[in-house]
Structures are given as C-alpha cells and as structure tokens.
C-alpha cells in the first residue's frame, strides 16, 4: 500500500517557464515532507521541506506547497532551468512515531526543454 | 564527496557469487538505512540501524544479509542473488529521531546475471 503517491511519471517544460511536481498522501499521521532530486548514477539529494505547521516555504527558485485538508503538496520551481531536469522524489514522515522513517513516492522525471 | 560513501558503484555477479556492499558516513548521524530503487517502482526501505542495532527488516529475503560493525559503517552482504534482484541499491543516513532528512549516497547499482 503506497502512502505516497506521484502520479505524474513525466513532466516536460520549457525553460523560464514554471514547473509543477504533485504529490498525494494518504497518511494523516504525516507531518513532515521532503522533496529530493536524482540525477541519473547518483543517489537522491534533498532539496526542500516543509513541516505541516506551514503551508508553505520557500527557497530560491523553489516552492513547496502543503495543503492539509488535500493531503497534497507541490513544487513549484520558476523559472525552470536545463539543469533542473532530473527525477524529483516526494517524501514524508510522521515524527509523532519516534521514528525518522521516510516513505517515498514513485519518483517524477522532469525535462526542462531549452 | 556527499558525506554518505557507497563502493563499489558497479556490480556485476553470477547468482553463485558471494559479494558485498559497503556504506560509510561521517556526518555524526545515528542511523543508517538501506534503499533499492527498481525500475518504476518507489524507493523501497529494505534495513534500517539505529545505534548499530537492526530496528527494521521489511520482508527482505535472507540472500540479503546486513551487517553495522559501527555507526560509521554499513555492509550488505549478498549471495545467490536472482536477476530481479537487480537495482540501484541507496545507502543512506540520518539522525534517529526526527523530523530530518536523509543524506544518500551515490548507490551501487548491482546486476545479477
């Protein structure tokens, strides 16, 4: 049973324009949420987070969103750039279990078009 | 250098072979996990150590054998491996209790022939 979900296997955009990654999750005890990047040989780098007492935070080009009521969240990179393209991970946690065990979604690809 | 070191980052291996992989951290964190990542399929947690000890085993088979001399190092050990077995398998570290991120290392992507 997959707690995290993106539906979005592939997103291709181009460059200067906006990119939107989307993740669902279904477990209302999660209260943190991570976004990493891949790129190919590499392992995953974290990128961004968000704790569920905000509903946004921003970094730079980088923008999470976290709608609580959804159980969605989003990033948002503007503008996208050529070497934003990589696999983009959604992650979360629930911290109230004493434990930091990260569930992962299935990864989106996305392709900045120059 | 990412603070989390895995080796080798190629593997090939016959299923008779017996091998092993390595993980190493020096970020001062107090667990380590192992991942693997298969084609179209989400990150799987597969081992997680905190403070040396085993705290997790998700229903992984016994060919795949962990072992966490010290909070710096992580070995997996492998044999008689399948061809599904093959994947890009993550190491990865963090502080026990959270909320925090992990720091991954580059993988190991293995290939069981």
């Known amino acids: 049973d997959q707690q995290v979900k993106q539906n979005s296997p592939s997103l291709s955009v181009q460059e200067g324009r906006i990119s939107i990654l989307n993740c669902d999750y279904t477990?209302?005890?999660?209260?943190?949420f991570l976004w990493y990047k891949k790129y190919p040989a590499e392992g995953p780098t974290f990128l961004i987070s968000?704790?569920?007492?905000?509903d946004k935070n921003e970094d730079g080009r980088f923008t999470v969103f976290l709608n609580k009521s959804a159980k969605h969240l989003s990033l948002h990179i503007v503008p996208s750039q050529p070497g934003d393209s990589a696999v983009y991970f959604c992650?979360?946690?629930?911290?109230?279990?004493?434990?930091?065990?990260?569930?992962f979604g299935t990864g989106t690809r996305l392709t900045v078009i120059p | 250098e990412t603070g989390v070191t895995q080796t080798p980052r190629h593997l090939v291996m016959g299923m008779t072979n017996k091998k092993s992989l390595k993980c190493e951290q020096h970020l001062g964190h107090n667990a380590m996990y192992w991942y693997k990542q298969s084609a179209k399929k989400p990150l799987e947690l597969m081992f997680v150590?905190?403070?040396?000890?085993?705290?997790e085993n998700n229903s992984v088979p016994s060919r795949f054998s962990p072992e966490c001399p010290n909070s710096s190092h992580l070995f997996l050990h492998l044999h008689t491996l399948q061809p599904e077995d093959s994947a890009l398998y993550l190491c990865?570290?963090?502080?026990?209790?959270?909320?925090?991120?992990?720091?991954f290392g580059s993988g190991t992507r293995l290939t069981v022939v």
């Open positions: 990865a570290s963090s502080q026990l209790h959270g909320p925090y991120g992990y720091t």
């Open positions: 968000i704790s569920s007492i905000k």
């Open positions: 477990n209302s005890m999660f209260d943190y």
């Open positions: 150590y905190s403070l040396e000890e085993r705290v």
């Open positions: 992650a979360a946690s629930a911290s109230q279990t004493g434990a930091n065990n990260l569930f």
